[in-house]
């Protein structure tokens, strides 16, 4: 088992902003790649962005331009800035990690944090 800690999410009002931080502990883990994904009630989980261990970058078309994924390869976290906020962004986020360990290819999974986007 690879350690995750995920935080960040609340409540906040549309238009507004939270930021999602995500640390992935363990000496040996390799890390390819981070992302974010979400799940709402009674939806699929959907990829939200992506970066991979070179830096690059992948967005979902519905947060293109409001989100902007970051990483922090030394500490092996990364981060989800979420600006102008609409309700239709409420769901559970959820960071996964890929990469490899002593054991092989591993992906890790977070337990989730709850964004709810309300007046």
């Known amino acids: 088992q690879v350690p995750v800690a995920e935080s960040g999410g609340g409540l906040v009002q549309p238009g507004g902003s939270l930021r999602l931080s995500c640390a992935v502990f363990?000496?040996?883990?390799?890390?390819?790649?981070m992302g974010w994904y979400r799940q709402a009630p009674g939806k699929q989980r959907d990829l939200v962005a992506a970066?991979?261990?070179?830096?690059?970058?992948n967005y979902a078309d519905f947060v293109r331009g409001r989100f902007t994924i970051s990483a922090d390869n030394v500490v092996n976290a990364v981060y989800l800035q979420m600006n102008s906020l609409k309700p239709e962004d409420t769901a559970v986020y959820y960071c996964?990690?890929?990469?490899?360990?002593?054991?092989?290819?591993?992906?890790?999974w977070g337990q989730g944090t709850l964004v709810t986007v309300s007046s």
């Open positions: 996964m990690t890929s990469g490899w360990s002593a054991s092989g290819y591993l992906e890790v």
């Open positions: 970066i991979t261990s070179g830096d690059t970058t």
């Open positions: 363990g000496s040996d883990f390799s890390i390819y790649a």
